[in-house]
């Protein structure tokens, strides 16, 4: 286990920026924030309502030596990678190879490369590329970096006069079909602990979640497991293999945001309401078209 120190961003590889730029700071009231040129490739850092220090990476999907060599191109879904800071990362290497030896060798796989930072094209530090799960089982990575910050957005409220009256980022969710190895993984690497596990009757219900107390930055880590052949979240993992499934966001108000997407000529998907100890709550789901594979949610309380 290893300390970090903040989630620094959630990298989008897109194919038109300046669309996707536009969605998310017409309809969900983000911020641009700098535009940047790092290893090769070129992006623009969005600004998050409400969400103290994360931001939205929106990199340009095309086909270069180094954007190909970084797997740039020619991915399915959206989300790219997940940016987080720590204190040390030779230090934090060395705990990580031992960790994965250890783990590897009780699962009788002897097949792990050791891992190796590799300096940041602007010399503030070093940084590494790793997939969750211990036998690379995701179609994602976490980007572990030391030294300077990449971004450090401006924290700001929306109004809903400027978007749809987000509150915050409260999670990413992604699929897997080994939900016990990947929530281990998290356990064993990050010391994140399960706070909530709803595993359904499969005739009822098509899938699990299981949610994952907070990262740095109060946000959440969900896994949904698919539980039947035909559920949709089967469906996505077929499709689009082990990756984020959704980004979440509380709102204000669920009807609200249903009537800003409708007048954008999106689509509203799963609205519904539930009661839990908490209050009642209510969600729903887009689905935008400018971000391949990747669904947007939102939900909201009432609080009792």
């Not at 970090?4 to 590889?13: A, E, K, P, T, V």
């Not at 509150?167 to 281990?184: E, F, R, Y």
């Not at 539980?227 to 499709?239: I, N, P, V």
């Amino acid at each position: 286990m290893f300390e970090i120190n903040r989630i620094d961003h959630i990298g989008l590889i897109v194919d038109e920026v300046e669309t996707v730029v536009h969605f998310f700071e017409s309809l969900l009231g983000f911020r641009v924030g700098s535009s940047f040129i790092r290893s090769g490739y070129g992006g623009i850092d969005m600004e998050i309502p409400g969400t103290k220090g994360i931001s939205i990476e929106i990199l340009k999907n095309e086909k270069n030596d180094v954007s190909n060599d970084l797997s740039l191109i020619n991915k399915k879904t959206a989300v790219h990678h997940v940016g987080l800071q720590v204190q040390n990362l030779p230090s934090m290497i060395s705990s990580v190879n031992e960790l994965y030896i250890q783990t590897l060798e009780a699962m009788g796989c002897d097949q792990f490369v050791p891992f190796e930072s590799r300096l940041r094209s602007d010399g503030e530090g070093q940084h590494l590329h790793i997939s969750p799960g211990w036998e690379v089982e995701s179609n994602f990575y976490y980007e572990i970096f030391d030294g300077a910050a990449l971004h450090l957005p401006n924290y700001f409220l929306d109004n809903t006069t400027q978007g749809i009256g987000i509150k915050k980022l409260n999670a990413w969710a992604h699929v897997s079909d080994n939900d016990s190895s990947l929530s281990d993984w998290y356990e064993r690497l990050f010391g994140l602990e399960t706070d909530y596990f709803w595993n359904p009757n499969p005739d009822k219900y098509s899938f699990s979640v299981k949610t994952m107390n907070s990262l740095k930055n109060e946000v959440n880590v969900e896994i949904l497991k698919p539980l039947r052949a035909d559920s949709y979240m089967q469906k996505f993992l077929d499709e689009f293999g082990c990756s984020i499934h959704h980004i979440s966001f509380e709102v204000e108000d669920i009807d609200f945001v249903s009537r800003i997407c409708e007048q954008f000529g999106i689509k509203v998907l799963g609205l519904h309401s539930g009661v839990s100890e908490k209050g009642r709550w209510h969600e729903c789901f887009i689905a935008p078209s400018q971000i391949r594979g990747l669904l947007i949610h939102f939900y909201s309380w009432e609080i009792s």
